[in-house]
């Protein structure tokens, strides 16, 4: 890492972080929606491939979020921020970042398990890294679920966060990750 922390993240770090939260919205809306369909039709296939797709885009794009934040440093806390709250942050940033990486592979992992293999955009298929197991298979749901809603509740938690401190500190967090708000 840098030897210096900048006042605010830069154009990269920024990119990479809406990117990935707007697939990371898509990705579990359409989780939401496409498993409330009933039976097995062309929609709820194509609904899930795109579900894939997107969880495939969104590792790729996490790993690259990972190893440019490895090595950029990312801004101090605002100055006056209490230590819990820096404290509190930092757990919370760690946690999304394996939840970024996990969330995607534990879906890989459940629907080779389920014996379909993921074949990205239709074109790429990935490889298959265990056969298809009915109590895998169950296990890795249940984990690929409960980990969304785990995620889900933690980026409620960080919009929150973000929304006190502008609103309610006015210390400038929030205008570190959003560029009009300079």
Not at 135 to 154: I, P, Q, R, S
């Amino acid at each position: 890492m840098r030897s210096t922390t900048p006042a605010r993240y830069g154009a990269t770090a920024i990119g990479l972080h809406w990117i990935v939260a707007l697939l990371i919205f898509a990705a579990f809306g359409l989780g939401l929606y496409m498993t409330d369909i009933p039976g097995f039709t062309p929609t709820k296939l194509k609904l899930y491939s795109w579900h894939k797709w997107l969880g495939v885009t969104v590792f790729a794009l996490a790993v690259l979020r990972v190893l440019w934040r490895l090595t950029h440093a990312a801004p101090a806390p605002v100055a006056g921020m209490p230590a819990w709250q820096a404290g509190a942050a930092k757990a919370a940033h760690g946690l999304l970042y394996l939840l970024i990486l996990v969330v995607p592979v534990t879906g890989y992992l459940y629907s080779l398990a389920a014996g379909v293999p993921v074949v990205y955009l239709g074109l790429w298929p990935l490889p298959t890294l265990i056969e298809p197991n009915d109590a895998l298979k169950e296990t890795l749901k249940f984990a690929h679920v409960w980990l969304n809603y785990l995620m889900a509740a933690l980026v409620v938690l960080h919009a929150a966060a973000a929304l006190k401190h502008q609103w309610l500190d006015r210390d400038g967090t929030l205008g570190r990750m959003l560029p009009f708000l300079r």
